[in-house]
């Protein structure tokens, strides 16, 4: 699987979190996660096909707001 592919995956595993969440909080949190998860995907394409700086640099900052959405609601 590429990396690519385990964005989208994780994207729709927290649009399925949503979904099923009655917490508003934990909903939108979920939401954010799979935006974030979706906006992440391009660069991933783009670092499977060569290692590009600029989308490694950008997906490690993306990692730390996962990190830090993910602790809003744990």
Known sequence: MSNASRCL????????LAGRAEDPEIRRACRALAA???EMEPLAADYDR??????????????????AEQRKVA
């Not at 995956?9 to 399925?16: L, M, Q």
């Not at 600029?54 to 990190?67: F, H, N, P, S, T």
């Open 9 to 16: 995956s994780r994207a729709a595993r927290y649009e399925g």
């Open 36 to 38: 974030i998860w979706r």
């Open 50 to 67: 060569e290692p590009d700086p600029y989308a490694k640099e950008r997906i490690y900052a993306l990692i730390d707001v996962i990190a």
